[in-house]
Each structure stands twice: as structure tokens, then as C-alpha cells.
């Protein structure tokens, strides 16, 4: 069977943390759509008080022990990748179990008071955390968000997830001018700290299907960027629910073509394999 980006659902979520459907429900709705390299991807565990109930517990073993369950399962039919979304506001290290994983900053810690506020909640925890953080100043926000994007990408992610989250309310510059030179720097700088050959760029479909953007993460300046210094891209659903398991990859698809790429990657257990868009 030739490789296609579609074989690949690897960015899902379920119910052990903000999911909407069982780990065996995601798994069976990625066969059932065709897919032949599914990857579970769950919230590693955080302090933050409004991450309660949205991530992992902080022990594990069951979340590895039902995707064990899952893999044999589904042997011979698809595989089942066991993955991580490793946020920048985890204290524990990535498991050593886990065959890839996803390094992204949904949160940004307040020294001086303690306090974590996140950039994709909703316009409130936004708009709070910039006069926190930026006095009111959603261009130092954005380069508050993109400094930590930049140390997680420092640390050599499988894949550096939606490196551009910090745009999901931010329809129509509504916040901040995603055009200007100061925001397109501290986003440049983020994607030139990952590492071309250890890292894949996610083109992520999430926002699109739960009506928060119409294209894919990230923009195009980035990818284009991205092809330049040779990096590789998957594409991604980051699917909180089982009918959204290969969402958008078509259109996803476009947006790679359209920034240069004529390949993407398919994650498999024996790694990173590229295939034709």
C-alpha cells in the first residue's frame, strides 16, 4: 500500500483528558476511516488549576496500559503509536515509553505572581493574561508566547505542535497585527530554535473543526520558512472527538502545497517516512 497523509492520525485526544470519546473509540474511528497509523496523544499532566479534568492524571499507567491493550488489538491491522502532548508547563519529563511525542505551549507562568494564563481558552483568560503578563500589550504577549515556543522547540519534539496558537482568537487581527515585523520576528525566531532534522512542523486541522480558524496552523510565512530550512510537516488533526479523527487533511494538504511542499511525513513505529501530498 503506497503512503498517503491520510494513513496517519497521530495529534488525538480522548476522554482521560479533553477529549470527547474513549482511547477505544478514537482508535476504532481511525480504522474505521482508513487509517493505518494511529497515535494517541493525551495532555500530559499539569498544576495549572483550569487544566483540572482537561489533562492526563499525573500517573499514567493506565493511559499506557489501555493503549498497550489497543495495540495488540489492532495488530496486524493498524498501528497504535503511544504519544504525549508534552506541555511547556509540565513539571515530569516525557515518559520513557512513549514512541513519540508532541511538544506545545497552551499556558504561560507568571513568576511574580504565580498565576498560569492560557492563550486559547477564551477571549477572558486572553485578554486577563495579556494585561497580566503584557500590560495590555497583545504584540509582547505574542513574544512572551513565542519565547517559550522557542525552548520547547530547543528541546527536540517529535513534533512541534501549533506553533502558532497564540493566533486561534485572533480572527482578523482582532488582538494583534499577525503582518507586523514585530510579531513576525518573535514567530521566526521560535520556528529557527527547532531542529530541521529531529523535529517535524504539524499542520494542525483542530482549530478548523471546532470553528475557531479556516486554515490549518501554522501560517504561511512559517512554512514557507520552514521549507527553507529544510524541515519536514505532518499533517494533524488534533482530534478531540471520533469523527474528527483525519479532519481537513485535504485542505491541509493545500495549505503545505501552497507554502512549497510537495511531501509530508507519516509517523509509523518505525519513525518519520515521507509520502506524496
Not at 496517519?8 to 476504532?28: F, P, Q, R
Not at 495590555?136 to 519534539?157: H, I, K, N, S, T
Not at 497564540?166 to 510579531?183: H, M, Q, S
Not at 529544510?230 to 493545500?254: K, M, N, P, W
Request: aromatic fraction near 8%; include cysteine.
Amino acid at each position: 500500500m503506497s503512503l498517503t497523509p491520510a494513513l496517519c492520525s497521530v495529534h488525538t485526544h480522548s476522554t482521560l483528558c479533553d477529549g470527547k470519546n474513549t482511547l477505544a473509540e478514537m482508535a476504532a474511528a481511525a480504522y474505521a476511516a482508513g487509517v493505518k497509523h494511529f497515535g494517541a496523544s493525551g495532555h500530559s499532566h499539569t498544576p495549572i488549576p483550569h487544566d483540572s479534568g482537561c489533562v492526563l492524571p499525573a500517573d499514567l499507567t493506565a493511559y499506557r496500559r489501555e493503549l498497550l491493550r489497543l495495540r495488540q488489538e489492532y495488530a496486524g491491522r493498524m498501528e497504535v503509536l503511544l504519544g504525549i502532548e508534552q506541555d511547556s508547563c509540565t513539571p515530569d519529563p516525557v515518559p520513557d515509553w512513549a514512541d513519540y511525542w508532541i511538544g506545545s505551549v497552551h499556558n504561560l507562568y507568571d513568576r511574580r505572581t504565580g498565576q498560569y494564563h492560557s492563550v486559547d481558552w477564551d477571549e477572558r483568560k486572553l485578554t486577563t493574561g495579556c494585561e497580566e503578563l503584557a500590560g495590555g500589550d497583545f504584540q509582547a504577549l505574542a513574544e512572551r508566547y513565542y519565547a517559550d515556543v522557542a525552548a520547547m522547540a530547543a528541546r527536540r519534539p517529535t513534533i512541534l505542535g501549533h506553533i502558532d496558537l497564540v493566533t486561534k482568537l485572533n480572527a482578523g487581527n482582532r488582538f494583534f497585527d499577525e503582518d507586523a515585523p514585530r510579531y513576525r520576528r518573535a514567530a521566526l525566531a521560535a520556528l529557527h530554535a527547532a531542529d530541521p532534522a529531529a523535529t517535524l512542523l504539524e499542520i494542525n486541522t483542530g482549530a478548523m473543526s471546532r470553528g475557531f480558524r479556516d486554515t490549518s496552523y501554522p501560517a504561511q510565512f512559517l512554512l514557507r520558512e520552514w521549507r527553507r530550512l529544510g524541515g519536514r510537516v505532518i499533517l494533524t488533526s488534533d482530534s478531540h472527538s471520533a469523527e474528527t479523527v483525519v479532519y481537513g487533511y485535504a485542505r491541509a494538504a493545500q495549505w503545505a502545497q501552497a507554502a512549497g511542499f510537495t511531501r509530508s511525513a507519516v509517523l509509523t513505529a518505525a519513525g518519520a517516512v515521507e509520502c506524496p501530498l
